[in-house]
């Protein structure tokens, strides 16, 4: 025979579990705000800097002397997609037309590398087929990438 007293009791255990396991959303998700929040720092950080570096080599008349170019194309080729027009359309695909075609800076095994890149999931094809985000951005200046290297291997095949 089942106890009243048992009843109420397991009653009760199960209102507790369901309370910490909303409470542990709750945190869960204070959690993840927290890390987004972080990383928005970081990314715009990160961004900052990218922006900072490219605006001194502008204003050296694009003077690459100093610079990894290597790390810089990575840098650049990452942050192809944002939405921050000065970013990206006057200083990244400005720099890259300098290193590519006007600077011819970049060798064959530079640009082929370049060119995988851009053709991954994460430039040419990112978010495609998504509505009313801002990947378009990414795919739209990689492919004026593309175009820089398929320039400068028409000028001299590689």
Do not use: P, W
């Not at 369901?18 to 998700?29: D, I, L, N, T, Y």
């Not at 690459?64 to 790390?71: E, H, I, S």
């Not at 810089?72 to 290193?99: A, H, P």
């Amino acid at each position: 025979m089942v106890d009243l007293k048992e009843i109420k009791k397991l009653k009760e255990i199960k209102k507790l579990i369901k309370v910490v396991h909303q409470s542990g959303a709750v945190m869960e998700e204070a959690l993840c705000q927290n890390r987004a929040k972080l990383s928005e720092k970081r990314d715009g950080d990160f961004m900052n800097d990218l922006k900072r570096q490219l605006i001194e080599i502008r204003t050296n008349g694009y003077n690459f002397t100093d610079y990894d170019l290597d790390n810089l194309s990575l840098k650049m080729i990452r942050n192809i997609g944002s939405t921050d027009f000065v970013l990206r359309d006057e200083l990244i695909y400005t720099t890259f037309g300098q290193m590519i075609l006007l600077k011819d800076l970049l060798d064959k095994n530079q640009l082929n590398q370049l060119l995988e890149i851009c053709l991954d999931d994460q430039h040419l094809y990112y978010g495609l087929g998504e509505k009313e985000t801002d990947s378009v951005f990414a795919r739209a200046f990689t492919v004026l990438i593309i175009g820089l290297v398929l320039a400068a291997d028409n000028r001299q095949s590689f």
